[in-house]
């Protein structure tokens, strides 16, 4: 851990609360001490931010806990969903894990997270409410399994140096992490720290309404997909409350040269 991150055990560590919908005073009061402590125990300085989502964003007896901490090179992230009354200690154990995990063996979360159940569940189709749009790293497979790792997240969208393309690492497969490229199926060349399972099947070339309804039909927690329109990947995602974001390439990055697959090809 970097040194100028290291808090003395007697200063008070640099932690800010956001909520959104309902959340209770005592749930917001206990969850800064929880994280504040967990920072002292840790020796690790902010600034941390804490974000509470209640209803109406997500059911009436559940708290969306999410925890950013921000260092020097980098920034850290957790994020649970857990009953009103122990969001705070679920939320500080995780985060707890997370800055031990990393200090040690980054990559090395378990999978499947008990902590944390995939959203997966067949609905009927559900509105695209975000178009979040993100400038995708170029990065080999294993610097985005550390950096889905660090953030919390189930799938991350990058550009594979490797290839070019448009690519989706995330949680599952009997190694624990699995890569889906555009249209490339083969391996990496390069092995890596962390085993991973290659997707076999090329993205599915969807528009965002085909990619929605057939999230929703097949119960999915998130899709990989090409637009035909733009020719990049897109990476669907399944929120708390049920709805849905896309996860777009920013406006003006270069697209693959590859042409977008066929519907034939991209079966599953």
């Not at 209640?54 to 009436?60: D, F, Q, V, W």
């Not at 749009?133 to 990065?139: G, H, I, N, S, T």
């Amino acid at each position: 851990m970097n040194s100028s991150e290291l808090l003395s055990a007697d200063v008070r560590p640099a932690v800010t609360v956001q909520t959104t919908g309902s959340v209770d005073s005592t749930d917001i009061a206990m969850t800064t001490r929880s994280i504040e402590q967990v920072m002292r125990r840790r020796r690790v300085d902010g600034p941390a931010r804490i974000r509470l989502t209640g209803r109406p964003c997500i059911e009436e007896s559940v708290v969306l806990a999410q925890v950013n901490l921000a260092g020097p090179d980098t920034v850290r992230r957790v994020q649970v969903a857990g009953p009103r009354g122990f969001i705070a200690a679920l939320v500080a154990d995780r985060f707890d894990r997370m800055i031990t995990r990393l200090a040690e063996r980054p990559g090395a979360r378990v999978w499947p997270d008990p902590a944390r159940p995939a959203l997966a569940w067949a609905t009927p189709v559900r509105p695209i409410m975000r178009h979040k749009d993100c400038e995708l790293a170029f990065d080999t497979p294993a610097a985005a399994t550390r950096t889905m790792d660090a953030m919390d997240y189930d799938a991350h969208l990058f550009v594979d140096a490797e290839t070019g393309e448009d690519a989706v690492v995330h949680w599952g497969g009997p190694h624990g992490v699995r890569l889906a490229r555009q249209y490339l199926t083969q391996p990496p060349r390069h092995t890596s720290v962390v085993p991973l399972a290659m997707d076999p099947y090329r993205a599915r070339c969807l528009t965002e309404s085909e990619a929605a309804a057939h999230l929703c039909r097949y119960g999915l927690p998130f899709l990989f997909f090409t637009d035909p329109r733009s020719k990049r990947g897109r990476l669907l995602l399944r929120r708390y409350d049920g709805d849905l974001t896309v996860v777009v390439p920013a406006r003006g990055t270069d697209a693959p040269a590859t042409s977008c697959p066929t519907r034939d090809s991209a079966e599953h």
